[in-house]
């Protein structure tokens, strides 16, 4: 039984497309299931496959990829998106995490990063390439996305302390050695925030504590 996790991938380049077929056709724990060139094609694709991750390109014809993850998540909240581009501009990348993308990758970095990218995501991680991180909280601090409620006495102290710690991108294991924890502990900590936020992944979690003013992004760290 293939019990790989599935992937799709869309990228109206089929150089890009041969390339990233051939870096995943040996890796043990994930598979490539089918390619498209445009955004339209992606989204029929992802009802159809029904996979655990997308990976897309923005620029793409027909539809492109920022619409097709908001009509992916719009079937399935659930479905994890990762934008895969070289496009590095301020309002692509807030446009995408908008439209529900989970991380968002430079597609010419290493393919170990890429896999990097997938393995944190699948985790509940979001990953960004490391020049992006506090751009993002920036951006988000000065756009008008407000994801989820807008309630921020609805965070108790250790809650407060926690998405501080999601907001500098540590992990279960670190917050909880941090705050002398247990990883279940933290877990909960997490369940019951992302509840009050009304979102469903560590990158909501980020964006309401920064557009809620929980965090504030400053260029040394929050």
Do not use: W
């Amino acid at each position: 039984m293939n019990d790989k996790i599935k992937i799709i991938l869309a990228d109206d380049h089929q150089v890009f497309i041969d390339g990233m077929l051939l870096a995943f056709s040996n890796h043990p724990d994930y598979e490539i299931v089918a390619t498209f060139k445009n955004g339209e094609q992606l989204v029929r694709g992802a009802r159809l496959y029904k996979p655990d991750i997308v990976l897309t390109d923005i620029s793409m014809p027909v539809m492109n990829g920022i619409d097709a993850i908001e009509q992916i998540r719009r079937n399935d909240p659930d479905m994890l998106c990762i934008v895969l581009t070289n496009f590095d501009s301020d309002h692509l990348i807030l446009n995408s995490l908008e439209a529900g993308a989970f991380s968002y990758v430079n597609k010419i970095m290493d393919k170990e990063v890429i896999f990097l990218a997938i393995e944190k995501s699948l985790r509940g991680e979001p990953h960004y390439c490391d020049s992006t991180s506090q751009r993002v909280l920036r951006m988000i601090h000065q756009s008008s996305f407000v994801p989820g409620m807008q309630r921020t006495e609805l965070f108790n102290t250790n809650e407060k302390k926690i998405i501080a710690l999601f907001c500098k991108d540590k992990l279960v294991k670190e917050i909880a050695d941090e705050l002398c924890l247990g990883n279940r502990t933290v877990e909960r900590y997490k369940a019951n925030i992302m509840e009050k936020m009304g979102v469903k992944t560590a990158a909501g979690i980020v964006m309401y504590a920064v557009k809620n003013k929980l965090v504030i992004p400053d260029d040394s760290g929050i």
